[in-house]
């Protein structure tokens, strides 16, 4: 296969063979019939290409025909009648469909449907050495192209309910720190498949929340919509993203692993899968795991658990809305309010302290912040949440903070300083789908998705505005 190639047309073979007339014999194929395979062109014309069965030395006649995403023949490609068809370049975002038609002693057979799509979004192209990609060991000597720029670096799965769909999600660590379309400078990154998501949509628009519209408390993690390749063959749209690591580009405290206890600080996840290095359970039956630093001594575990614990005791005490001696003292309350915020306003199935819920400790105040948001594939209504209903509120921890009139007041307050931001963010979510709708329709058709895109958008849309109307009637 002809060496990979950044560009935005993108050819993609489905495997749906049909025929004019019976074949005389089943014994006899006159095409060959490959696995899927795709590439990318230079950005300027496609070849399509098809060969005829082994032990078949002559036809009779070969002729390329437009068609539609069945297959059916829409009109004959005038001289282009080899085995062999090269597509112009066109510079529309659009998908179009060809076949070719083989004949022999009056056998005629229809090739697969050939897809050229100009998607218009950025090309992530990975190959590797051909190993199985698994959840816990890095594959390194991977190279990855992002786009036209050629990098260095490893590989390896992610996610855990996810991770038994076909499309799976990816960690990409690169040899080296860099920029990745647009996106900070580092070493580690996130392929999200949204398998999950038929939108494709929803990690996006909660990122779009924490980055553009609850500003101020912290960093959240930014997202960019791409088509992966993956050792030559399509796997659909993705958004490559940056994944939660303490670092200056990303949550911005010192390392408690390098700078020492009471120097450095930390970041936990609350996560009953208790998948990482340090698991442990508060007093409240809550799941924490140890995500960065992963690998620590055990004076650093337990002064991290210590340290969750502590502020679980406090916020949890009989005076822990005492502003001097309560939860105040031990939480950055505008993060915990903007977190909430994110979470409630999508109803965010894990964020009910089940998994995802992120917080770090930051030495230089001595607190927990709320944050960063992380996984959003089931969220506005994409787990049956209801949107007239409370999803977070009730949750451990949270319902905490809510018995404090003080808090609810902060969250009402809030709510009002965004409401007419959170209507514009809702409102141009058709326009992000139209962006990336070329793409979600080669992906719908190569994971065999029998859904419409526009009316899975439609459906995120209205959601939300439901959950928006619902919420103006508590807090406004």
Same mark, same amino acid.
């Given at each position: 296969?002809?060496?990979?190639?950044?560009?935005?047309?993108?050819?993609?073979?489905?495997?749906?063979?049909?025929?004019?007339?019976?074949?005389?014999?089943?014994?006899?194929?006159?095409?060959?019939?490959?696995?899927?395979?795709?590439?990318?062109?230079?950005?300027?014309?496609?070849?399509?290409?098809?060969?005829?069965?082994?032990?078949?030395?002559?036809?009779?006649?070969?002729?390329?025909?437009?068609?539609?995403?069945?297959?059916?023949?829409?009109?004959?490609?005038?001289?282009?009648?080899?085995?062999?068809?090269?597509?112009?370049?066109?510079?529309?975002?659009?998908?179009?469909?060809?076949?070719?038609?083989?004949?022999?002693?009056?056998?005629?057979?229809?090739?697969?449907?050939?897809?050229?799509?100009?998607?218009?979004?950025?090309?992530?192209?990975?190959?590797?050495?051909?190993?199985?990609?698994?959840?816990?060991?890095?594959?390194?000597?991977?190279?990855?192209?992002?786009?036209?720029?050629?990098?260095?670096?490893?590989?390896?799965?992610?996610?855990?309910?996810?991770?038994?769909?076909?499309?799976?999600?990816?960690?990409?660590?690169?040899?080296?720190?860099?920029?990745?379309?647009?996106?900070?400078?580092?070493?580690?990154?996130?392929?999200?498949?949204?398998?999950?998501?038929?939108?494709?949509?929803? +990690?996006?628009?909660?990122?779009?929340?924490?980055?553009?519209?609850?500003?101020?408390?912290?960093?959240?993690?930014?997202?960019?919509?791409?088509?992966?390749?993956?050792?030559?063959?399509?796997?659909?749209?993705?958004?490559?993203?940056?994944?939660?690591?303490?670092?200056?580009?990303?949550?911005?405290?010192?390392?408690?692993?390098?700078?020492?206890?009471?120097?450095?600080?930390?970041?936990?996840?609350?996560?009953?899968?208790?998948?990482?290095?340090?698991?442990?359970?508060?007093?409240?039956?809550?799941?924490?795991?140890?995500?960065?630093?992963?690998?620590?001594?055990?004076?650093?575990?337990?002064?991290?658990?210590?340290?969750?614990?502590?502020?679980?005791?406090?916020?949890?005490?009989?005076?822990?809305?005492?502003?001097?001696?309560?939860?105040?003292?031990?939480?950055?309350?505008?993060?915990?309010?903007?977190?909430?915020?994110?979470?409630?306003?999508?109803?965010?199935?894990?964020?009910?302290?089940?998994?995802?819920?992120?917080?770090?400790?930051?030495?230089?105040?001595?607190?927990?912040?709320?944050?960063?948001?992380?996984?959003?594939?089931?969220?506005?209504? +994409?787990?049956?949440?209801?949107?007239?209903?409370?999803?977070?509120?009730?949750?451990?921890?949270?319902?905490?903070?809510?018995?404090?009139?003080?808090?609810?007041?902060?969250?009402?307050?809030?709510?009002?300083?965004?409401?007419?931001?959170?209507?514009?963010?809702?409102?141009?979510?058709?326009?992000?789908?139209?962006?990336?709708?070329?793409?979600?329709?080669?992906?719908?058709?190569?994971?065999?998705?029998?859904?419409?895109?526009?009316?899975?958008?439609?459906?995120?849309?209205?959601?939300?505005?439901?959950?928006?109307?619902?919420?103006?009637?508590?807090?406004?």
């Amino acid at each position: 296969m002809r060496k990979l190639l950044s560009g935005f047309v993108l050819l993609l073979i489905f495997c749906s063979c049909s025929q004019d007339s019976p074949v005389q014999s089943s014994e006899i194929s006159l095409i060959a019939n490959p696995s899927v395979w795709s590439f990318l062109s230079n950005g300027e014309k496609a070849l399509l290409s098809i060969q005829v069965s082994e032990g078949i030395d002559t036809f009779d006649s070969a002729q390329w025909y437009e068609s539609n995403e069945e297959g059916e023949l829409v009109a004959l490609i005038e001289g282009a009648n080899t085995l062999e068809y090269e597509v112009e370049a066109f510079d529309d975002k659009d998908i179009k469909y060809f076949v070719c038609q083989v004949k022999k002693d009056g056998i005629t057979e229809t090739s697969k449907i050939f897809a050229v799509a100009h998607t218009g979004l950025p090309v992530v192209s990975i190959t590797t050495d051909g190993s199985e990609i698994n959840k816990k060991d890095w594959l390194d000597d991977t190279q990855i192209d992002i786009n036209g720029s050629p990098l260095a670096g490893s590989i390896k799965g992610r996610g855990n309910s996810s991770w038994r769909f076909p499309k799976k999600s990816f960690s990409l660590k690169l040899s080296e720190k860099s920029f990745v379309l647009e996106m900070l400078s580092h070493k580690r990154w996130v392929l999200i498949s949204n398998i999950r998501d038929s939108s494709l949509l929803r +990690n996006y628009f909660a990122a779009y929340l924490g980055n553009k519209v609850f500003t101020g408390k912290g960093w959240n993690p930014s997202f960019k919509f791409v088509d992966l390749v993956m050792n030559g063959e399509y796997w659909g749209n993705y958004i490559i993203g940056e994944q939660i690591k303490i670092d200056e580009n990303r949550v911005n405290i010192q390392d408690i692993e390098k700078k020492g206890i009471g120097k450095g600080g930390f970041i936990v996840e609350v996560n009953f899968w208790r998948d990482e290095d340090f698991n442990f359970v508060t007093e409240r039956n809550v799941i924490f795991s140890l995500k960065d630093p992963d690998k620590v001594s055990s004076d650093i575990q337990e002064y991290v658990k210590e340290t969750i614990q502590n502020a679980e005791n406090i916020l949890f005490s009989d005076d822990f809305a005492d502003p001097d001696n309560g939860y105040a003292n031990v939480f950055d309350v505008g993060s915990v309010v903007d977190w909430y915020l994110v979470n409630e306003i999508t109803a965010n199935l894990d964020a009910a302290f089940q998994s995802s819920v992120y917080m770090y400790y930051d030495n230089k105040d001595g607190k927990i912040h709320m944050g960063p948001n992380w996984d959003f594939d089931l969220s506005s209504g +994409n787990s049956q949440t209801e949107a007239n209903n409370w999803h977070i509120k009730n949750s451990i921890w949270m319902q905490r903070f809510f018995q404090d009139e003080n808090f609810e007041d902060k969250v009402k307050e809030r709510y009002k300083q965004v409401r007419d931001s959170l209507y514009e963010a809702v409102n141009g979510i058709k326009t992000v789908a139209e962006t990336i709708s070329v793409s979600a329709s080669l992906d719908y058709s190569r994971w065999e998705i029998d859904k419409d895109y526009k009316a899975q958008v439609d459906e995120l849309v209205n959601w939300l505005r439901n959950r928006l109307d619902f919420l103006d009637e508590q807090w406004l």
